[in-house]
């Protein structure tokens, strides 16, 4: 079984940065692809970035391409995602997931991934 744990969010103002980190313990071997969504209250769960963690290959959503950077500590089992110039519409709960298959062209599909952590809210203030 995995345990994923999400840290990092925050209050920041608008144009400020963010690093979350997910941290995987238990049977993670056979882990493959991790990636961050977002959510925010009334609305389904949205793909931020994806990391193959053992090949290359990252994934990012439109709305953060330029302005995030994902990456993976195969030593620590972390996960981060780097966010730079927050905006007010960055604010929702970022999730955590992990899913064995590797990351490809449907890294988004949230159905794909077995493993989530509990969240992590962050509030981008104008």
């Known amino acids: 079984q995995v345990h994923l744990v999400e840290s990092g969010g925050g209050s920041v103002q608008a144009g400020g940065s963010l690093r979350l980190s997910c941290v995987a313990s238990g049977v993670i071997d056979s882990l493959n692809c991790m990636g961050w969504f977002r959510q925010v209250p009334g609305k389904g769960r949205e793909g931020v970035a994806a990391?193959?963690?053992?090949?290359?290959?990252?994934f990012y959503a439109d709305s953060v391409e330029g302005r995030a950077t994902i990456s993976h500590d195969n030593a620590k089992n972390t996960l981060y995602l780097l966010l730079n110039s927050l905006k007010p519409d960055d604010t929702a709960m970022y999730y955590c997931?992990?899913?064995?298959?590797?990351?490809?062209?449907?890294?988004?599909?949230?159905?794909?991934?077995?493993?989530w952590g509990q969240g992590t809210q962050v509030t981008v203030s104008s």
């Open positions: 997931g992990a899913r064995t298959s590797l990351c490809g062209g449907g890294w988004f599909t949230t159905t794909l991934y077995s493993v």
């Open positions: 990391i193959n963690t053992r090949a290359s290959g990252t």
